[in-house]
């Protein structure tokens, strides 16, 4: 059995994390987390931590004992450099409740990378886990939606920078602006794409934890999260119905099935296949038809498959990234962002109109 630790941080990470709860107490009910045990089979520890109060009250899936309020106000207003000055002051609270959980065989922190509280507290948290610990630390990012403002864009290419730095094991990414097809307003749009992350973190938990009848585990995944340049995605596609294999596995490695935009064949280094479903579907040779394609470009490809009776196929793959041309293009908005961010700030200071405008009534009074 696996010890896994999930930690939440920021708005974001808070709501995948209850996605995460929500998907594994089996039910949509509002009082799960009072009375359901979690269905996974591994040791899954889930903790919630942020700076506004009203993101962890609106959490309904994970237990009160399992969401963290470090108090600053209301947040910290999406500047990194006040999140990281009270993740410091609050460093010994953290780190004693994460002790108190006992100890791990692997490790997840899930931020968005754009906000403030998340994107600020994720790369110290992992610095302090893997100074402290001899366990792997993946994170979790979210990217954010293009439009969202020049602030969210630099907190963005800063933050990835500040978590590759953190002496992190490896980067999921998942990017709110490719999986915004799934439509909607905003906060439909918010829970599906939640959904989807947290239903292919699942699956990879069970899997990792699971009797299969081709063997990956733990190891293979770490392989495969510290290839290439420590940045990966994950697919996953799921029939409905009674689907060819080999379909199953080409949906899994395709735009419709990726947290991110990627062209697998072309920016893949390695990658993990886990496939599960009832024996009739599994046909050994066309998983090793799409298996052998897959690998002619990306490399080495890890396969597992796991029989579950009367399931309908269901495919995940773990991919890591040599090159991402998308997130090239998101550091170039970066640039774009920090540049007119500093031309305002320049502005500013140098122009002084409103202090000009001030300055008119200065030691004047006034007359009523
Ligand atoms: P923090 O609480 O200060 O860490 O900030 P947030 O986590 O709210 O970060 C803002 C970024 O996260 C923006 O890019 C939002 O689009 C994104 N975001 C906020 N909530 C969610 C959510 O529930 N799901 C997803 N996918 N993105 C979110």
Do not use: W
Request: glycine share 8%; with cysteine; aromatic share 8%.
């Amino acid at each position: 059995m696996l010890n896994i630790l999930m930690v939440g941080n920021g708005q974001c990470g808070n709501r995948i994390l209850d996605s995460i709860n929500r998907q594994a107490f089996g039910s949509k009910s509002r009082f799960a987390k009072f009375y359901a045990k979690q269905q996974y089979k591994s040791n899954v520890q889930t903790l919630a931590i942020n700076t506004a109060v009203n993101d962890l009250k609106e959490m309904k899936y994970t237990k009160a004992k399992d969401r963290i309020h470090i108090p600053h106000l209301h947040g910290v207003g999406a500047n990194r450099n006040v999140g990281r000055k009270v993740f410091d002051e609050n460093k010994s609270q953290i780190m004693r409740n994460l002790d108190e959980r006992g100890s791990f065989d692997i490790a997840f922190v899930i931020t968005s990378a754009s906000g403030g509280t998340g994107s600020s507290f994720t790369p110290s948290l992992i610095r302090e886990l893997k100074e402290q610990n001899d366990y792997p630390v993946y994170a979790v990012v979210v990217l954010p939606f293009r439009e969202e403002g020049t602030l969210y864009l630099q907190n963005a290419a800063f933050a990835l920078k500040d978590i590759r730095e953190s002496g992190v094991d490896g980067i999921i990414l998942a990017d709110n602006q490719y999986l915004k097809q799934m439509g909607g307003d905003v906060e439909t749009a918010y829970d599906s794409i939640n959904e989807m992350i947290a239903k292919r973190l699942i699956f990879l938990l069970d899997s990792l934890d699971s009797e299969m009848m081709m063997v990956t585990d733990l190891g293979d995944f770490k392989t495969v999260m510290s290839g290439g340049a420590g940045i990966a995605t994950i697919g996953y596609y799921e029939a409905d119905g009674e689907v060819p294999i080999r379909t199953a596995i080409q949906k899994a490695v395709s735009p419709s099935g990726l947290l991110f935009n990627t062209n697998v064949y072309e920016e893949a280094s390695r990658s993990m296949m886990i496939i599960k479903g009832d024996k009739s579907y599994l046909s050994i040779d066309e998983i090793s038809t799409e298996v052998e394609k897959l690998s002619d470009s990306v490399g080495h490809v890890f396969k597992g498959i796991i029989v579950r009776k009367g399931e309908y196929p269901r495919v995940l793959s773990v991919l890591t990234l040599e090159s991402a041309s998308e997130l090239e293009e998101l550091y170039h908005l970066a640039v774009d962002a920090i540049n007119t961010e500093k031309e305002k700030k320049e502005r500013v200071q140098e122009d002084k109109e409103v202090d000009k405008a001030f300055s008119q009534i200065e030691g004047l009074e006034p007359h009523y």
